[in-house]
DNA sequence: ACCGACATGTAAACGGTTACATGATTTG
DNA sequence: CAAATCATGTAACCGTTTACATGTCGGT
């Protein structure tokens, strides 16, 4: 269901997009809490509009098509948001490496406590630049006051900045040990 | 990969054990890191044998069958740890409500958020408890001075408690506007 | 005798990734 | 005219979930 929520979302967001468009969308506004390649993208539309919830407003050029999303499309997407409960198994390879750790020796562990750190660091720098660049440019539309994407972007913030607490900490508690 | 590493690094820690025991040793252990059903276990156990990472050492009452860890499914879980990048995709279906939370009006937004409060809520109850079972007993042998699957929980415990103060800022934030 | 926990497996379906495949239009 | 970008699709594969299927042992 995710994936075709992301798209609903990021659809009534555009108003009018192609699977393209949808496409490139979800890499440069979802990406850091949902991601979908073409392949992946085009099929589900398809399913989407037998099902009625986007339509083909419109076919440009070079096969372009132009999907819209409809009363019911909009009404599955509010019906989601307020009564699915999020319960996603948390799989994470971060966790899971911590998880392990402590069959390494103290020496090899802090080697992938390094390697976690830089991961941590390159990804914050990552979604502050995004932070950035998006509050750099005066306030436009805004259904409520907030911006489209910004609590995501907050909470993924957040997060990252946490795991990198996480990292230090840890390699101060093994430094001591070593 | 992860699947077959959370394997090896759980029978590696229980010595020996039978995929029955590795599924509960999963639930208990691992399952804020990864999660996996007996269906995938069992399976995986035997394309692990075949792959000489694990042996059936016996075979015990009721088609029990005993597994260990080989010297190159040791071998192979650490060069894991070490050299391996976690890149794995970040999908989390909280981000994604939180993405898609503008569409709503702040009214239902807020409900949103109170339930999602809710379960942050609930969690970070869960892992605490864990983490107070786990250190209610005295130090068990430990590889280093870290126990098993400490640190794990521990990154667990903080993402959780980051996600319930975004979730009330976030809340505040919306009611300050509404 | 029955129930619950122990114990192992398989199959169908689903979601996601990678690779294959094709062609139109714009820009240099 | 060549290269980049636009634009859409399909197929094979892999990992995960859910459901089906079977049987053993211990306690009541």
């Known amino acids: 269901m995710s994936l075709r929520m992301a798209l609903l979302g990021v659809l ?3 108003g009018s997009a192609s699977g393209y468009d ?3 969308g979800f890499e440069r506004s979802v990406a850091h809490a949902w991601q979908a390649g073409h392949s992946q993208i085009y099929p589900e539309l398809a399913k989407m509009t037998a099902d009625g919830l986007v339509t083909v407003e419109a076919e440009g050029a070079r096969g372009r098509k132009i999907y819209s999303i ?7 997407l509010r019906a989601w948001l307020i009564g699915h409960d999020p319960t996603g198994p948390a799989r994470s390879e971060i966790a899971l490496q911590a998880f392990l750790l402590p069959l390494l020796d103290p020496g090899e562990a802090l080697a992938v406590l390094e390697r976690l750190k830089t991961y941590a660091e390159r990804k914050l720098a990552e979604l502050e630049a995004l932070w950035a660049a998006k509050h750099a440019s005066p306030v436009p539309e805004g259904t409520s006051g907030v911006r489209f ?11 990252t900045r946490t795991t990198l607490q996480w990292v230090n900490d840890a390699m101060a508690q093994l430094e001591r040990r070593a």
């Open 22 to 24: 949808l496409t490139k």
């Open 70 to 76: 409809t009363p019911e499309g909009r009404a599955e």
């Open 149 to 159: 994407g910004d609590l995501a972007l907050d909470l993924g913030i957040r997060h």
């Open 12 to 14: 009534s967001a555009y």
